[in-house]
DNA sequence: CTGTTAGCGCCTTCAA
DNA sequence: TTGAAGGCGCTAACAG
């Protein structure tokens, strides 16, 4: 029965109301030998404190929401693993939402939550949100959001790998190997991440004499099945480029498998390369090149920024890149040019 | 700004604050163009429903608590995504907090979520967790808890897989290979999850001649690294059975990984299989037996349940196993005897 | 340091 | 059908 209230328990203590409320949140200047006894007090009367009544006065429920798409990813479980972390650690709850990568979902979720009168909300946003539905269901109640690995609009706070450096670091690897041709295979078309992840590639194979065109490859999932079938879709035209760039290890791994399936042997027939660098990325036989993007301090960045932003909603909005590293294994470093 | 409130909303339509909060509910009895006349006024005014008011008096909040160790183990993952799936379709809201094993940051967890007046708690419980902590947490509210996976005391819902007859199937079929002799690698030791899956292979091998010794294995985590070490264990001791047996596919993968560090082949050197079929196991080269437990099921079914318990808490607790499914692949298949 | 008072936004009840 | 009133549990503001 949370029907033990405060009341309750300073009548029990024989202090008053504002005394028992004071000593719930740690005010100093309660004397310790009173303040013991409220405590007592609670623990005998089995007390819970009520925080959505707290919160009709405080105006914060101390919750935040966090909606990603996918969590089968290890990659967005990571991330979500560490925002959670950072956020219990600064004494939210976290509501959590999967989309699935539907916008409809989505802003169902979005306006669940903030009903739930969630005091910021992290969003890694499926493909297709936009700005205008977002404030709409967001500026009522002027919740801030943030940003989460992909951004649709300036106007929200951002946090996420630097993709265009992730790009450029890959493909300046991947020059030096000799690859005489290179395509990226799969992940979701509009993107801010594939874009700039591309881009980063561009500006990598600048000069370089690698042949890299973007536009040769489907968009696909972001998962292993989009892998497979974006593997497959550029073998079925004939196409055999020296180097397959995976959008993200999840993808790799759909690649590795359909490259067997057709007895192409990942590293040797073909060079492959990735982004993110999961942990299976070093399990994987044999060993995946990846880019690593940090899921876990992009996590906390992005709860360090978001609370900053709900102290100071006036704040201009920022943008916070995190730095890769590129991570040189076997399905790359083993390759040889073919003569 | 979250300052619009029914009150508002009804002056602005010229009703009462009752037929405006009738309406929010879909009330029948009142008037369609009354109704519109408020929708219309909710609309202009950018009202949103507060629920924690509404909970204040309803005395529910519609929200549940899903406390997890790891969702980067794909299997936990896809069991994360389906109750948040059902928990979505009821119209609750989840709250999610990740243990990482840690007993004493579930119970934290576990006791922020009371505050937050959850309806109800799925805990996959970490472990050394304990029937009388959790209840001294949960009782004061009168919180159902449903334990996901893994339990630790009879008066509280479980749901899971049916571990005894995954654990006879995969022998079962390992003996039909020939196989003389297996080892379980891994797992959480104190785990119910590990004692039945024990309990089910012994059984599975009874009169079968193979030789299993469960004790000879060491638990370790639930995940790549404890797979490793596992395995590393046991080859260090000299011992080499035919076929290894991991508590899951999170730790075959670790398993996979030490085997050819050592130069060793998994599926010919050794026959390996192992629990949960994620999707990973069919991608692996070569493709790991495994045997499906469908987290998708158990998030569902377990949804169901501690919804019916939140209707009728003085059921008697109930607990639901799973069946299990067999997927033999080349990592067991393509084994044979050593001469 | 304590007690009192007045809400936070909603829902329920009762009377009109 | 509608209006008025009371209260869910807590906190803030003020007067003792």
């Given at each position: 029965?949370?029907?033990?209230?405060?009341?309750?328990?300073?009548?029990?203590?024989?202090?008053?109301?504002?005394?028992?409320?004071?000593?719930?949140?740690?005010?100093?200047?309660?004397?310790?030998?009173?303040?013991?006894?409220?405590?007592?007090?609670?623990?005998?009367?089995?007390?819970?404190?009520?925080?959505?009544?707290?919160?009709?006065r405080r105006r914060?429920?101390?919750?935040?929401?966090?909606?990603?798409?996918?969590?089968?990813?290890?990659?967005?479980?990571?991330?979500?693993?560490?925002?959670?972390?950072?956020?219990?650690?600064?004494?939210?709850?976290?509501?959590?939402?999967?989309?699935?990568?539907?916008?409809?979902?989505?802003?169902?979720?979005?306006?669940?939550?903030?009903?739930?009168?969630?005091?910021?909300?992290?969003?890694?946003?499926?493909?297709?949100?936009?700005?205008?539905?977002?404030?709409?269901?967001?500026?009522?109640?002027?919740v801030p959001v943030?940003?989460?690995?992909?951004?649709?609009?300036?106007?929200?706070?951002?946090?996420?790998?630097?993709?265009?450096?992730?790009?450029?670091?890959?493909?300046?690897?991947?020059?030096?190997?000799?690859?005489?041709?290179?395509?990226?295979?799969?992940?979701?078309?509009?993107?801010?991440?594939?874009?700039?992840?591309?881009?980063?590639?561009?500006?990598?194979?600048?000069?370089?004499?690698?042949?890299?065109?973007?536009?040769?490859?489907?968009?696909?999932?972001?998962?292993?099945?989009?892998?497979?079938?974006?593997?497959?879709?550029?073998?079925?035209?004939?196409?055999?480029?020296?180097?397959?760039?995976?959008?993200?290890?999840?993808?790799?791994?759909?690649?590795?498998?359909?490259?067997?399936?057709?007895?192409?042997?990942?590293?040797?027939?073909?060079?492959?390369?990735?982004?993110?660098?999961?942990?299976?990325?070093?399990?994987?036989?044999?060993?995946?090149?990846?880019?690593?993007?940090?899921?876990?301090?992009?996590?906390?960045?992005?709860?360090?920024?978001?609370?900053?932003?709900?102290?100071?909603?006036?704040?201009?909005?920022?943008?916070?890149?995190?730095?890769?590293?590129?991570?040189?294994?076997?399905?790359?470093?083993?390759?040889?040019?073919r003569p």
């Amino acid at each position: 029965m949370s029907k033990v209230t405060l009341e309750d328990v300073s009548r029990a203590a024989g202090v008053s109301r504002s005394t028992a409320s004071l000593v719930l949140r740690g005010n100093t200047r309660i004397p310790e030998s009173t303040a013991d006894r409220v405590r007592l007090a609670m623990a005998e009367l089995g007390y819970v404190y009520n925080r959505h009544a707290a919160n009709m006065r405080r105006r914060e429920s101390m919750t935040l929401g966090l909606i990603v798409t996918d969590i089968r990813n290890p990659y967005f479980a990571g991330l979500t693993m560490s925002i959670e972390e950072a956020a219990h650690q600064a004494g939210y709850n976290l509501f959590v939402g999967y989309s699935r990568d539907d916008v409809e979902r989505q802003y169902v979720q979005l306006e669940t939550m903030v009903q739930q009168q969630v005091d910021g909300v992290f969003l890694l946003p499926a493909t297709g949100s936009e700005l205008s539905p977002v404030c709409g269901i967001v500026d009522r109640s002027e919740v801030p959001v943030l940003q989460l690995a992909r951004y649709f609009s300036d106007e929200l706070d951002y946090v996420g790998p630097d993709n265009l450096l992730a790009g450029q670091q890959l493909a300046q690897h991947l020059s030096s190997l000799g690859v005489g041709s290179a395509i990226l295979i799969g992940g979701p078309e509009p993107s801010s991440a594939r874009a700039e992840r591309i881009r980063g590639l561009e500006a990598g194979f600048a000069g370089s004499g690698v042949s890299f065109d973007p536009s040769v490859s489907a968009a696909t999932t972001n998962n292993a099945a989009g892998g497979s079938e974006g593997i497959a879709g550029i073998l079925d035209q004939g196409i055999w480029p020296d180097c397959l760039i995976a959008y993200s290890d999840a993808v790799a791994l759909g690649i590795y498998a359909e490259l067997r399936r057709r007895n192409l042997e990942p590293g040797r027939d073909v060079s492959v390369a990735s982004f993110d660098d999961i942990t299976m990325a070093e399990l994987l036989l044999p060993p995946l090149t990846s880019v690593a993007t940090y899921p876990e301090r992009i996590g906390r960045e992005a709860a360090e920024l978001l609370l900053k932003r709900i102290r100071d909603p006036s704040m201009a909005p920022q943008r916070s890149h995190i730095s890769p590293a590129l991570k040189v294994r076997a399905s790359t470093a083993q390759w040889r040019p073919r003569p």
